[in-house]
């Protein structure tokens, strides 16, 4: 169950990276009010999405503890994130407070999956 755990969380690290890359690659373009939300940033909120969930099942099955208070404000960080990268998705040019918004958000979530213990 170890080793399925773990291929999850590096998946989830995956989606991740693919959300943050194409938030980071933009910012220029947000600066200038150009910014669009790619087609790599709504995958990498959607893998988010599964592998967290696949995640708390595993480590539920697992009988390993799960801080529901912790997974459900991340749930919720997320859902926000991928609401607005979805609505998004079409347009030419996002304004920069979205763009930023989902920048600063996936940060929290990062920041809220490493510190809160």
């Given at each position: 169950m170890d080793v399925l755990i773990h291929l999850f969380v590096g998946l989830h690290i995956v989606?991740?990276?693919?959300?943050?890359?194409?938030?980071?690659?933009?910012?220029?373009?947000?600066?200038?009010?150009?910014a669009r939300m790619t087609p790599g940033m709504l995958h990498g909120a959607l893998t988010m999405l599964v592998t967290g969930v696949a995640l708390v099942g595993l480590n539920q099955a697992d009988d390993n503890s799960v801080n529901t208070v912790k997974i459900g404000l991340k749930l919720a960080l997320l859902i926000v994130i991928l609401g607005?990268?979805?609505?998004?998705?079409?347009?030419?040019?996002?304004e920069s407070?979205?763009?930023?918004?989902?920048?600063?958000?996936t940060t929290a979530n990062i920041f809220i999956a490493v510190l809160w213990t």
């Open positions: 989606g991740i990276g693919a959300l943050l890359g194409g938030f980071l690659s933009q910012m220029k373009a947000m600066s200038a009010g150009e607005l990268v979805y609505v998004k998705r079409d347009e030419e040019k996002v407070a979205a763009f930023g918004a989902v920048g600063a958000l």
